[in-house]
């Protein structure tokens, strides 16, 4: 569309913004495998800047990011499927989260890692929700 128009749509916008929000959630859960190392080699990280306030600020981030999922599913006129999937993707970051424990590297890792469950869900959401 926007090779079409020359302008870059309102769900275009929305999912690029939702996909900040997301980066900001799993890369803080990524940089806390290593956290110690970064502090001692002077590295700047999210981890490190919030610290003991990660929990709150990485479950901030992934709830930023679903609210502008909704909105770009709205806004695209994607189905009901869409949303449906969006809801379990939801659970499934839910659970995740809560299973994520910020001083175990192989923990932040496997936490990381289901990032990719999390935006295949999301992925198929799209799908279904604009071809069923």
Request: aromatic share 14%.
């Amino acid at each position: 569309m926007s090779a079409v128009t020359g302008t870059l749509g309102l769900p275009a916008v929305l999912l690029y913004s939702a996909g900040i929000f997301w980066t900001l959630g799993y890369d803080t859960i990524y940089a806390h495998q290593d956290m110690h190392d970064d502090e001692q080699a002077g590295i700047k990280s999210t981890a490190r800047l919030l610290a003991g306030r990660s929990p709150f600020w990485v479950a901030l981030f992934y709830a930023m990011a679903v609210i502008l999922l909704v909105a770009a599913g709205w806004a695209a006129g994607l189905g009901r499927g869409y949303f449906a999937l969006l809801v379990f993707a939801v659970v499934y970051v839910a659970i995740q989260l809560s299973q994520w424990r910020m001083d175990d590297p192989a923990n932040c890792r496997a936490r990381f890692k289901s990032n990719r469950d999390f935006g295949l869900i999301v992925l198929f959401g799209m799908l279904i929700g604009r071809f069923l």
